[in-house]
């Protein structure tokens, strides 16, 4: 059921960088969480999630656009979320 959803999302992502319209909203604030909480360990551990967005090359160019904004960085370095 999730990767139907990210195949859906996927598919949106191949004509614009943000989820609804033309600007960054908490819509994209919120995926990028959702999405990033799939990769940390206590997840893949305890609920055996781990979203892998290698085949959804679309998906993958959003998240990694969104991980590279200032604001997003700043926030993952003040949580101690960067791994950069």
């Known amino acids: ?3 139907d959803a990210e195949l859906r999302l996927d598919k949106q992502r191949s ?3 943000v989820l609804m319209g ?3 909203t908490i ?3 919120y995926l990028f ?3 990033g909480w799939g990769k940390v360990a206590w997840m893949r551990s305890v609920y055996n999630a781990d979203i892998d967005f290698t085949p959804l ?3 993958h ?4 656009h ?3 904004r200032t604001a997003v960085q700043r926030v993952l370095c003040n949580e101690g979320l960067s791994n950069e």
């Open 22 to 24: 033309d600007v960054f």
């Open 61 to 64: 160019a959003w998240h990694e």
């Open 57 to 59: 090359a679309h998906l």
């Open 27 to 29: 819509a994209n604030a």
């Open 1 to 3: 059921m999730l990767f």
């Open 15 to 17: 004509d614009t960088p």
């Open 33 to 35: 969480a959702l999405t």
């Open 66 to 68: 969104v991980r590279k």
